[in-house]
């Protein structure tokens, strides 16, 4: 579970999922919060979702009916996880660690159930290769992105350093992550430097689409750094045949 700490008219973006999530407005103890999502996403109040009211209807592909199911799993894994966290919270009072230690357990198992329901719904049946797409200059992410989705790849595309961090840090690895070395908020060199310390994403392909040399700003080529650079303007064809040539999964843990 993500907690955040947010002011009036701050936004939560799920970017791969197309989900926006907005505080309106803070009233005494309740706060007005607005949901945007793409049609086949549904949105309900947790005090009436219930699996059962969730009828498909016939047009439905089997792909959308399953991610629906699991939309509605998640969201009660995430009352349960709620739960947990407010029962934790009344056995440190008690100073019990033995019952806290349990509590804790079982509140990674959720964390670990979250985490499949997450791979289920960005599994692509069709096998895609998938890239994270961090660029903060509008036009080239979105001349890239169209490039590589005509060539049968899937984007997930990310403005600076510490949405592609967040991203990373909710989802299964990607099979490649294509990164702007000039970024906001967090730099590429930084944002190379996290990823390489991450256990996790260990074996992450990091391929640099930059008009600068990452040799220059104190990046290195190899492991511990980016694994290839791709100087702009970028050669579309050069970057699908070195996207091919990698594993279809990065030997990272999830």
Request: hydrophobic share 40%; net charge negative; charged share 30%.
């Amino acid at each position: 579970m993500l907690v955040l700490a947010r002011k009036e008219a701050d936004k939560i973006v799920f970017p791969s999922l197309g989900i926006t999530v907005e505080l309106l407005r803070i009233q005494g103890n309740k706060a007005r919060i607005g949901v945007s999502a793409p049609p086949e996403v549904p949105i309900a109040r947790h005090e009436v979702l219930d699996l059962n009211s969730l009828e498909f209807t016939g047009e439905e592909n089997p792909q959308s009916k399953l991610v629906r199911i699991v939309h509605a799993l998640r969201s009660r894994l995430d009352r349960s996880a709620d739960t947990l966290n407010k029962l934790h919270q009344r056995l440190e009072m008690e100073d019990d660690d033995e019952l806290q230690t349990l509590v804790l357990d079982v509140f990674r198992e959720l964390q670990a159930l979250e985490s499949d329901a997450a791979d289920v719904v960005e599994t692509r049946t069709n096998g895609k290769r998938r890239a994270l797409l961090v660029e903060d200059d509008d036009n080239q992410r979105q001349l890239l992105q169209s490039l590589l989705e005509m060539n049968d790849m899937d984007i997930v595309p990310a403005v600076d350093g510490q949405e592609a961090l967040d991203y990373l840090s909710l989802h299964k690895p990607p099979d490649v992550v294509l990164l702007d070395l000039q970024l906001p908020r967090c730099s590429g060199r930084e944002f190379v430097s996290i990823v390489r310390s991450e256990s996790r994403l260990t074996g992450l392909n990091l391929f640099a689409v930059s008009g600068t040399d990452p040799q220059s700003l104190g990046i290195s080529l190899g492991p511990d750094g980016v694994d290839r650079w791709f100087p702009k303007p970028i050669d579309t064809g050069q970057l699908l045949e070195a996207i091919s040539s990698q594993e279809a999964r990065p030997t990272a843990g999830v």
